[in-house]
Nanobody
């Protein structure tokens, strides 16, 4: 059974940092790309970042480029999203998702097959 479990969300002040994690199980880790998405209150879910299974290629939404970093720990079957210089507009529920992939990173939501339950990130003073 495929499982993706996010953790590490919380409350952080503007300008601060936070790292959220996505622990995975139930599928062959080496064959799956992982994406991060977020949904703010009253808004549609949007892509944040992704990382491929092969070569660890990454892609970022323009709104987070230079501030967020996605990485994967193959020993732990876990993907991380390091978020720096956080802004109030980064407040959202953050979801990770998995897709059978490989070489080319994609931020298209419909390309992802499995989803976690999300973790809340709130940026506020």
């Amino acid at each position: 059974q495929v499982q993706l479990v996010e953790s590490g969300g919380g409350l952080v002040q503007p300008g601060g940092s936070l790292r959220v994690s996505c622990a995975t199980s139930g599928f062959t880790w080496d064959y799956y790309d992982i994406g991060w998405f977020r949904q703010a209150p009253g808004k549609e879910r949007e892509a944040v970042a992704c990382i491929t299974s092969r070569f660890g290629r990454t892609s970022y939404a323009d709104s987070v480029k230079g501030r967020f970093t996605v990485s994967r720990d193959n020993a732990k079957n876990t993907v991380y999203l390091q978020m720096d210089a956080l802004k109030a507009e980064d407040t959202a529920v953050y979801y990770c998702a998995a897709r059978r992939g490989g070489v080319i990173p994609t931020l298209r939501e419909r390309d992802y097959d499995y989803w976690g339950q999300g973790t809340q990130v709130t940026v506020s003073s």
